[in-house]
């Protein structure tokens, strides 16, 4: 509440013209004339202040009085200029020198190392202590983040490229955040822009800024899997070697200016320089580089730079921060950056009881109906006249963008049929204007083959329509149909929508259509159609369902996610009708459309006739989540997500036969272990806790696999056969991955150039049948960005069972 009355009181004070103040403006050059781009400066004592833009431009208002303006470059010796300002704005235009180093002659054999190395130890020493120094603060974050795109290619696998060169995402907003140690964030947009879109909210995230090196390892998600070494982390002298380059005095403070260069380059480390503070060995500011060679994704390179300052109590604060990147894939070359701005620093607060939640995020309602005379009174640095043109333009041309003439005009564009989207991704239809999309799958899933079916063509569309508030309908019929058993199927389901806030939706589907008995689908139509037609092995497993089902979705609390539905069906055995094969393999022939189980002599069955009832409760405690005006964005949790489920088929209601209960747990997490890589873990445990009267269709079944082909998600077994040790009883299973990101291959010369990552997994199940079951795999991925193979082994009831090579995708 003080934050929000403070930035209230910060609002008004900057759109009133008030007579005890004005604006410093002017423009921050180099000595040949050239414009610093992101100057930081600040008024001495406190943490006003603002950035230069990209030419070197500045403005700062202020009230009246007199103060001395701090100008700070890295590479630059740092300016202070007294001004007096009073009612009038004041122009003031300064030159930055290159900084000047003093460097004693340093004789540097095998017996006298580089005195940076001392520093750099007394600032592993100050490390922690400075990183829990302050217990808390507020302030408020200015973010602009731009982006631009050099080239671009006409086509990405098969499908037109639409996107035009120039700049690609221009935005801003202005936020206040709060912050407590440790770990608790709380931040409000208050105002948001986005070139050309009035109606949209950034993405800017202060949070997301935060970027310590009094951190040992720098996590930033989406950049890097590993983390990154800082430069001062307690083990930062395995990874880096240092160079004192020189020292300058700032404000009676001699400053160090350090070089730091990896020891391996393709470690997850920087490149650059880092501003030690004398005596006191704190970080003054830094200025690295990360490339493709510390393993980074996404972009080519990646340029840090951070600024400190001392504000209250001589406590030193980040007052901006910049992350300019490069990046060329797929055709796609360009480049950008992201400021960050933080002024008005109150440091250690009193906060009220339960002032941090678990929503660490809130966009305001107006935050993006702020108008330009705000937006000129508001920012802390000037646009350049790029940026003035992009907002001009794109805001001048929204209301045609918006036009049906023009979305009309798009549309005949994109929707042109090309081998891309007609037979990879499919084929959407588009009439932008009245927000009504059609899908048709691709043609690479039209036609399957399977034993029970012979050739088999499934066709599926969709028809959605969207609102403004993110709310929408669904529509998707699908028709099947098996030219050897000469069935016709078809089924339709309807979806609505309708909170986004809550990820409510609601959901009827009805109709007779083809099932694997195993309705979580562990077998890919495509892969068993190879499989089959290849080396005369039909896995698939098929029965035919006529049904009806009620679906609903809704957050019940925050981190509790209940998914319900109710289920009326018919259920008939179906049998093969073809026994066609490109590759005929003597001695040996396909087996019928029942599986083998160790339970059940014979899993046949009867036509019969379900009701069943299901419920899952997801629960994520603890969840973090953004609130905005139109939806909500879960952003996870500290904690493993639990999944309780129940099932209850009911007997003699509707005429259904069956009668059983299942109750299933489940519990799931993702783990980060710094250099070590990542792991993520599921144990999942069920019983049926009565089975009166069940078909095997009814039996808890495991998603196993006796293809090259591998699923490697979660949950999934590489060597198990998919129903032998299906139980009508109790079952623990287990799966963990360790995900090394590089730990284990940057160590080797030639091979770490490829970027592969190693990759180790377990898997494990019991149930009634099977005492204990393993698997062990051990693999490479990332291999061309999106493979992986893997090669398992496995063990049953101590003896080895299977092993075999699996290949899939491992983004």
């Known amino acids: 509440m003080v934050m929000h009355i403070r930035f209230t009181l910060l609002f008004i004070f900057l759109l009133c ?21 992101f100057t930081t400066l600040h008024v001495k004592g406190t943490s006003i202040g603002t950035t230069s833009n990209a030419d070197g431009y500045y403005s700062l208002e202020i009230a009246s009085g007199s103060y001395d303006l701090i100008f700070q470059f890295v590479g630059y010796s740092t300016l202070v200029k007294h001004v007096d300002v009073g009612q009038e704005d004041l122009e003031l235009n300064v030159t930055l020198k290159s900084e000047i180093l003093a460097l004693n002659e340093v004789v540097i054999n095998a017996n006298n190392e580089d005195p940076a190395y001392e520093i750099i130890r007394k ?29 671009r290619p006409d086509k990405i696998f098969g499908i037109n490229v639409t996107i035009d060169t120039g700049i690609v995402y221009l935005s801003e907003s202005v936020s206040t955040f709060s912050f407590q140690h440790p770990g608790k964030i709380k931040e409000k947009m208050i105002s948001s822009k986005v070139s050309g879109r009035n109606n949209a909210f950034s993405f800017n995230q202060a949070s997301e800024m935060m970027f310590s090196f009094y951190e040992n390892i720098i996590k930033v998600e989406g950049l890097t899997e590993r983390g990154l070494v800082s430069p001062i982390a307690n083990n930062a002298l395995l990874f880096y070697r240092y160079k004192l380059e020189g020292t300058s005095i700032e404000a009676g403070r001699i400053i160090n200016k350090i070089k730091v260069m990896p020891i391996r380059k393709t470690d997850p480390v920087f490149t650059g320089h880092i501003y030690i503070v004398e005596d006191s060995w704190r970080i003054h500011s830094v200025d690295l580089l990360l490339t493709k060679d510390n393993q980074i994704e996404f972009v080519d390179s990646l340029f840090v730079n951070q600024v400190y300052a001392p504000v209250e109590q001589n406590k030193w604060m980040i007052l901006s921060q910049k992350f300019t990147f490069r990046f060329n894939a797929f055709g796609f070359k360009g480049s950008g950056y992201f400021i960050s701005v933080h002024s008005d620093y109150q ?10 939640t678990n929503e660490i995020m809130l966009v305001e309602e107006d935050a993006n109906k702020r108008d330009s005379a705000y937006w000129r009174k508001i920012r802390p640095m000037p646009l350049t006249i790029k940026e003035l043109k992009d907002y001009k333009i794109k805001d001048s041309l929204q209301v045609v963008k918006e036009s049906k003439l023009y979305k009309d005009s798009i549309d005949r564009k994109s929707n042109k049929a090309n081998f891309g989207n007609v037979f990879l991704t499919g084929y959407t239809f588009r009439k932008s204007y009245k927000r009504q999309y059609f899908f048709v799958d691709p043609l690479i899933s039209l036609f399957q083959f399977n034993t029970i079916e012979g050739l088999a063509t499934n066709i599926k569309v969709a028809y959605v329509k969207a609102f403004e508030n ?28 309708y909170n986004p806030k809550k990820f409510s939706y609601g959901s009827l589907s009805f109709g007779t259509f083809i099932h694997q008995i195993n309705q979580e689908n562990p077998i890919n139509p495509l892969t068993n159609t190879i499989t089959t037609l290849t080396e005369e092995r039909n896995y698939i497993k098929l ?107 009911l007997k003699n209601v509707l005429g259904s036969d069956t009668q059983f209960d299942l109750f299933q747990m489940s519990i799931e997490d993702d783990m980060k272990f710094g250099l070590l890589g990542s792991a993520n873990y599921l144990i999942k445990a069920g019983t049926f806790l009565n089975r009166d009267r069940l078909t095997f269709i009814d039996y808890k079944h495991f998603n196993g696999n006796r293809t090259y082909f591998g699923r490697f998600e979660l949950g999934n077994f590489q060597l198990l056969d998919y129903y032998l040790y299906s139980t009508n009883g109790s079952f623990l299973q287990g799966h963990y991955e360790q995900h090394f990101n590089g730990f284990i291959i940057n160590k080797l010369p030639l091979i770490r150039k490829t970027k592969v990552q190693t990759v180790v997994t377990l898997n494990y199940l019991r149930t009634k049948r099977l005492n204990n079951y393993y698997e062990i795999g051990f693999g490479l991925e990332h291999i061309f960005k999106f493979l992986r193979v893997d090669y398992f082994t496995s063990i049953s009831n101590a003896e080895n069972a299977r092993h075999g090579v699996r290949l899939g995708f491992g983004f």
């Open 17 to 37: 013209n008030q007579s005890f103040g004005a604006k410093i403006y002017g423009r921050v050059v180099d000595e040949h004339g050239n414009g610093l781009s």
């Open 543 to 649: 029965f035919q369902k006529t049904f009806v089902e009620l679906k609903h979705r809704t957050e019940l609390f925050n981190g509790g996610l209940l998914t319900s539905s109710l289920e009326f069906s018919e259920r008939e055995q179906l049998f093969n009708s073809s026994d066609f094969t490109f590759n005929d393999r003597e001695n040996r022939v396909y087996g019928p459309n029942t599986p083998v189980n160790t339970i059940l002599e014979d899993t046949s069955f009867p036509i019969h006739q379900t009701l069943l009832v299901n419920f899952n409760l997801r629960l994520r405690i603890g969840q973090k989540y953004i609130s905005m005006p139109n939806r909500k964005i879960s952003l996870g949790t500290k904690y493993p997500t639990i999944n309780l489920q129940f099932s209850k088929a």
């Open 347 to 356: 440091i250690e607060p009193d906060y009220e009881k339960k002032y941090f």
């Open 470 to 497: 993110r709310k929408f309908y669904r529509i998707e019929p699908e028709l099947r149909y098996g030219f050897s058993n000469n069935k016709l199927n078809a089924r339709i389901r309807a979806l609505y929508y």
């Open 123 to 151: 600032a592993i020493k100050k490390r922690k202590s400075y990183l829990n120094e302050v217990k808390g603060f507020d302030c408020d974050v200015y973010i602009k983040g731009l982006q631009r795109l050099d080239e």
